[in-house]
């Protein structure tokens, strides 16, 4: 554990990723809201900038970016929930509104910012041969906690998920539930930052889940395939990137969405065989 | 302050595209808020750039693309993309919202993946994501008047229907109005806003600029024709002075049209909020007075 190359120290992230992204993926599309993610990895975007950014004018504050970036998504996360009251018709406004905050933000930071652009496509688009080990100590912190949080609080995650009505009158604090959900995922978004990038996070938490959702027939099946879809893509995704020289986050969402291809076509070849067979 | 604009070329390409873009995304933004999509616009300028870095790698090794703007690939694989998602769709009966994800997330991820073959992670690729003050080309100014010419005369010929479709896709449906083809229609025409806002505002940011004005819009405005003229006027203010700003300043353009529209928006937020506290102090009342009997 101590002594790993840099290669190592990537694959071991991106396994961690791999499993805990999907994991929180399955609940957020069981409660329809996949796209927070999304929003979400913007917002934590603006706080990696910021972070530099301040690195850069304070040179003593020596405090590692992703942290930022951790508390802007929790930040956004519930400026979400207070926009979705403020647009109480427009309810889905409050996802592109935080979104574009988030980028415009971190645009003109960036820019104002004398870095080169390189540093910024690590952070967007990931870089996991730049995972030096406190990234990875990180990486392994907040996967252990997000375990924690799911292990501790299955029960009501699911039943807030799939009903938040019936949930609310069975005596389970929605707000605080909701709130803990907003901190997972605020958490895996900054943990994954460094194997996939910002902008490819949300393709991590969605596209496992959306192969699963076409096999599984109950919600721990649903769990089970998303977390081994991903982690296929992931190990796949590193595998090919080393080979042909490719960024390593768009390798991987670029093979989940061929999962997910395989996965719809698989299903519709099967139909078609159920159909003639009853024809 | 603007003599500057006036003076150089392509500050004044940059100015003039602006204007139109600054037209062009709230008109389309306020059937895209009312017809609550305005998620889909992030996912097609997400494929936007998809399209762009495509191009980029096949002109490496077709000469003769080089000469063609990468725009009108852009689009192309925009309009693809929004026929997907509507494919998707239908795929996903019980869990429609997450074909926006799945179209949004595949096409950056492909988009990397051909921008990191064609060796294209320079100055470049940030001018795409961001926009940039001095990108406006002259092609690019005279593809984006074409878009403008094409967007508003269907606007014009369409509006009744579209407006029908907006508020009431049954009815509308019902009604007869041939909803499919003008769906397409619609679509295509927001993947063509998108395609040329790029330039200015970036591919990340463009969504901001559909949805940001007409947000702030609908606080303020009581009819959908008032929702129109404060959606053009916002979004005008925004361009032009994230434009003039952000040169004076040298950062992105994109990313200060984006914070002006914001900024104009918390303002709306904060003074309806001011202005409603007494409105909503007696409805209170009505509440509780209501939950007593």
Redesign the interface.
Known sequence: MLELSFIERGIVAALLVGAIAPMVGVFL?VR????I??SLS?VTLTGISAGVLMGQVWTVTDISPMYTGFLFALLGSLLIEKLRQ??DR?Q??A???I???G??????????SGSG??E??EY??GSIVSVRMEDLWFIIATAGLVILILALFFKEFVSVSFDQEFAKVSGIPLKKVNFLFSLLIALVISMSMKVV?I??V??L???P??AA??VAKSFKKLLLLSVLFGEAAVLAGVYFSYQF???T??????L??VL?LAV?AGKRLKSMRKRERFA | MFDLFFQYEFLRNAFLAGIIIGFLAPVLGVFIVVRRMALVTDALSHITLTGIAFHLLLSQSAVFLQAINPLYMGMAFSVGGSILMEKLRHVYKHYQEIAVPIIMSSGIGLGVVFISLADGFNNDLFNYLFGSVLAVTPTDLTAITAVLVVVVILLVLFYKELLFLAFDEEQAKVSGIPNKWLNFLFIVMTALVIASSMRIVGILLVSALVTLPVAAAIQLSKSFKQMFIYSIIIGEISVISGLVSAFYLNVAPGGMIVLIALGILLLVIGGRKAGGMGVRKLRGRKTLEWRKA
Do not use: D
Not at chain 1, 103 to 112: E, H, N, P, Q
Not at chain 1, 249 to 254: A, D, F, H, L
């Open positions: 599309a329809r809201s996949t796209i993610s999304e913007h403020i647009y427009f889905e406004l996802a592109p509104i979104l574009s905050a980028v415009g933000l971190s645009a003109v930071i960036m820019s104002a652009y390189t910024w496509y967007l688009f990038g902008l490819l949300g393709a938490i969605a596209l889940v959306a959702l076409n020289n490719i960024a986050g768009g390798m991987i969402v670029v989940s969405a997910l719809l």
